[in-house]
């Protein structure tokens, strides 16, 4: 049987009340910290051209993360979408649309505590985007750059290990934060996200496919040659 306060909360987004104040800090300065960081990455980048992109995915994000989709023991998950957002932005600017879709989340949906805003927007947003976005792409170039096959082996395993890593970190600052021990924090968040990663990645590489066949140009690394077959 799961701690009381696991079997209420086995989602990623965290609630008030569920971190010490030390971690919320932290994880605020850490989350602050790379936000302030990308919005000066993405001015000297000069990515005017992604700017209705940026509001095309965040809104897409916004809405695939309304939608839950079931898994076994009767929970379920729902897109992150930290690795889609990086591969067609970039890291930079889809952590800044990960960080909007949070704070709207929280302030308007109450998804997610508005004192652990700083732990969500790391795990879920900054994780998956930096981490998903550098694993899709040093996968990707492996096995081919301009194939399609190449961008989906790519884009699934990131797409799910993004997840799954996610929830160990969460896992981590729940333990940390005393609010359950570490050893069923972590088995609880890990072994349910290790399937809702599954739904991630299928998600993610549905939408990327779609993309590739239709609008290349639109994916941050464009292959030179779009593949359609």
């Given at each position: 049987m799961?701690?009381p306060?696991l079997?209420?909360?086995?989602?990623?987004?965290?609630?008030d009340?569920?971190?010490?104040?030390?971690?919320?800090?932290?994880t605020?300065?850490i989350?602050?910290?790379?936000?302030?960081?990308a919005l000066?990455?993405v001015q000297?980048?000069?990515?005017?051209?992604?700017v209705p992109?940026?509001?095309?995915?965040?809104?897409?994000?916004?809405?695939?993360?309304?939608?839950n989709?079931?898994?076994?023991?009767?929970?379920?998950g729902?897109?992150l979408?930290?690795?889609?957002?990086?591969?067609?932005?970039?890291?930079?600017?889809?952590s800044?649309?990960?960080?909007?879709?949070?704070?709207?989340?929280?302030?308007?949906?109450?998804?997610?505590?508005?004192?652990?805003?700083?732990?969500?927007?790391?795990?879920?947003?900054?994780?998956?985007t930096?981490?998903?976005?550098?694993?899709?792409?040093?996968?990707?170039?492996?096995?081919?750059?301009?194939?399609?096959?190449g961008?989906?082996?790519?884009?699934?395993?990131?797409?799910?290990?993004?997840?799954?890593?996610?929830?160990?970190?969460?896992a981590?600052?729940?333990?940390?934060?005393?609010?359950?021990?570490?050893a069923?924090?972590?088995?609880?968040?890990?072994?349910?996200?290790?399937?809702i990663?599954i739904?991630?990645?299928?998600?993610?590489?549905a939408?990327?496919?779609?993309?590739?066949?239709?609008?290349?140009d639109?994916?941050?690394?464009?292959?030179?040659?779009?593949?359609n077959?």
């Open positions: 799961f701690h306060a079997s209420i909360h086995l989602a990623m987004h965290i609630p009340g569920f971190l010490s104040l030390p971690v919320s800090l932290v605020w300065a989350a602050i910290a790379l936000i302030a960081l000066v990455k000297a980048e000069s990515q005017e051209r992604a992109l940026m509001g095309v995915c965040a809104a897409f994000i916004f809405a695939t993360q309304m939608i989709f079931p898994i076994p023991g009767g929970t379920s729902h897109l979408g930290g690795t889609l957002a990086g591969a067609l932005l970039g890291p930079w600017a889809g800044l649309v990960m960080a909007v879709v949070f704070i709207v989340q929280s302030v308007m949906f109450q998804d997610g505590g508005l004192t652990v805003l700083g732990a969500n927007v790391v795990n879920m947003g900054l994780i998956g930096f981490g998903g976005y550098y694993l899709y792409r040093s996968i990707r170039f492996l096995f081919g750059r301009n194939t399609w096959y961008m989906s082996i790519g884009v699934a395993i990131a797409s799910w290990t993004s997840v799954v890593l996610a929830s160990i970190l969460c981590l600052e729940l333990g940390f934060s005393e609010t359950v021990p570490l069923v924090a972590f088995v609880a968040m890990v072994s349910w996200h290790l399937i990663g739904g991630e990645a299928l998600i993610t590489l939408a990327l496919s779609f993309i590739w066949r239709t609008r290349p639109l994916l941050y690394d464009r292959p030179l040659v779009a593949e077959e």
